[in-house]
């Protein structure tokens, strides 16, 4: 039974696992890392170690967001301490605590923030730019394992002067409520916050 189906769902033609040894449902790919098939793959995250697939996607994609968020506010403190310190922020009390004791220059705090508002901002750009292709992925219904195919796809077709349809797309608003998991009158706000499912 779960052969007829595979082989229905897939048009007539299963794909089979030569790795795991076993058929493959649609949309599941290979990982090779993690050695086992993974549905809705979109990538395997050396960060995290483990695959990124249609049951955890909808995590991972918040934890980056709280990520991005928590880089903006180190930045933003960072910046308020070297546009001014006080007396009144909490940058300053460890500032004078720290240096004052052991004898140490103030102008190296000044340049230890620095160099770490240099690296936050950084990653904060970094993670900006995974969340902007993250989203570009998810709300045209692909990952990131599908979006090679896809584009050689769409190159074939404009060649023989027709027009490419991702035939999984459903319009951006049920692409990413199907990507995060989130259904309902609130679904724009819902996603946010963080789930057991």
Request: charged content about 20%; glycine content about 6%.
């Amino acid at each position: 039974v779960a052969l007829k189906n595979a082989v229905k769902s897939s048009g007539g033609k299963a794909k089979y696992c030569t790795s795991c040894r076993c058929i493959k449902a649609p949309f599941t790919n290979h990982c090779e890392v993690c050695r086992r098939c993974v549905l809705g793959m979109d990538h395997h995250c050396p960060w995290l170690n483990v695959c990124i697939g249609r049951y955890n996607y909808h995590h991972f994609f918040r934890f980056l967001c709280y990520l991005w968020l928590s880089s903006v506010r180190t930045v933003l403190a960072l910046l308020r301490y070297e546009s001014g310190p006080d007396s009144n922020h909490y940058f300053s009390g460890l500032h004078l605590k720290f240096y004052q004791r052991r004898g140490l220059h103030a102008s190296m705090w000044e340049q230890t923030v620095m160099v770490c508002l240099a690296l936050t901002l950084t990653v904060s750009v970094a993670l900006a730019s995974f969340i902007v292709w993250q989203l570009y992925l998810k709300l045209s219904a692909q990952t990131a394992h599908e979006f090679n195919t896809l584009l050689a796809c769409k190159r074939r077709a404009r060649r023989r002067g027709e027009k490419f349809v991702n035939t999984h797309d459903r319009g951006w608003r049920r692409n990413f409520q199907s990507a995060l998991q989130v259904q309902g009158k609130y679904w724009w706000i819902k996603w946010l916050i963080p789930s057991r499912a």
